[in-house]
């Protein structure tokens, strides 16, 4: 698990930096292409979504306790 938040990580940070051997490691971890198709996927949807978030300013859930 530690291997794939590296990349999500990286893939985060800085996407240009990420190539084929970050899908080797994950690859060597275990992780099959379906799987970091999909982990690339839920990563950047989720950055894009928060980037479209902080861009038009929405601001954080209340607290509902």
Request: proline share 3%; glycine share 4%; aromatic share 10%.
């Amino acid at each position: 698990m530690r291997a794939l938040c590296d990349y999500a990580v990286k893939l985060t940070r800085d996407p240009a930096s990420v190539g084929a051997a970050d899908a080797d490691a994950l690859r060597a971890h275990g992780w099959d292409d379906a799987a970091i198709h999909d982990a690339i996927q839920v990563v950047s949807y989720f950055n894009y979504i928060n980037r479209i978030a902080e861009a038009v300013g929405v601001e954080d859930e209340p607290d509902w306790t």
